[in-house]
T-cell receptor, first 114, second 113 residues
Framework: GENVEQHPSTLSVQEGDSAVIKCTYS??????FPWYKQELGKRPQLIID?????GEKKDQRIAVTLNKTAKHFSLHITETQPEDSAVYFC?????????????FGTGTRLTIIP | EAQVTQNPRYLITVTGKKLTVTCSQN?????MSWYRQDPGLGLRQIYY???????DKGDVPEGYKVSRKEKRNFPLILESPSPNQTSLYFC????????????FGPGTRLTVT
């Protein structure tokens, strides 16, 4: 089955700086890669996703890049703000299967230092 | 308001005492799923359902049961809870089993002593 590794497990960044979280996956059939954000004590929420027919996707201060050859994808947050502090999870699945084969990474706790 | 609800939110129980965690969604979603979240392990799928009366095992199904008799409800049943099932449980739903955004419930923190 799919194995998703996520790094780093914790990340501290000065407010205003950029943060990068990286994930690698093992199954070459995976082609759907969502990112979920979980604030302290809250439920996970989708913040951005990418499918294998694109290499990069942006949504305001958040971007995700995908390298299918190397089997890795990354989340980039620019101009970080205190409200970006949360745990971020990457995930991967074969799009033909979708959510029933979605495998999550172990999470990155991002702390924004004011 | 579109939402996924879970009950109870917190539960402390003893080994072997059967319990049910309810999950309900009001978005007419076909797909529902249960995850457990443990420190350092991320979210692991327990069971999922692609539609009414259609359920299947996820990655960690041992010790759990589910049913999907109605589209909106997907209860998680622990017939004989054990301490290793102490965890934070999330129910989620999405439009279908394709690669769609999953909407998570608020979570149920279960402690088995």
């Amino acid at each position: 089955g799919e194995n998703v590794e996520q790094h780093p497990s914790t990340l501290s960044v000065q407010e205003g700086d950029s943060a990068v979280i990286k994930c690698t996956y093992s199954d070459s059939a995976s082609n759907y890669f969502p990112w979920y954000k979980q604030e302290l004590g809250k439920r996970p929420q989708l913040i951005i996703d990418i499918r294998s027919n694109v290499g990069e996707k942006k949504d305001q201060r958040i971007a995700v890049t995908l390298n299918k050859t190397a089997k890795h994808f990354s989340l980039h947050i620019t101009e970080t703000q205190p409200e970006d502090s949360a745990v971020y999870f990457c995930a991967a699945s074969p799009e033909t299967f979708g959510n029933e084969k979605l495998t999550f990474g172990t999470g990155t706790r991002l702390t924004i230092i004011p | 308001e579109a939402q996924v609800t879970q009950n109870p939110r917190y539960l402390i129980t003893v080994t072997g005492k059967k319990l049910t965690v309810t999950c309900s969604q009001n978005m007419n979603h076909e797909y529902m799923s249960w995850y457990r979240q443990d420190p350092g392990l991320g979210l692991r799928q327990i069971y999922y359902s692609m539609n009414v009366e259609v359920t299947d095992k996820g990655d960690v199904p041992e010790g759990y049961k589910v049913s999907r008799k109605e589209k909106r409800n997907f209860p998680l049943i622990l017939e004989s809870p054990s301490p290793n099932q102490t965890s934070l449980y999330f129910c989620a739903s999405s439009l279908s089993s394709g690669s769609y955004e999953q909407y998570f419930g608020p979570g149920t923190r279960l402690t088995v002593t």
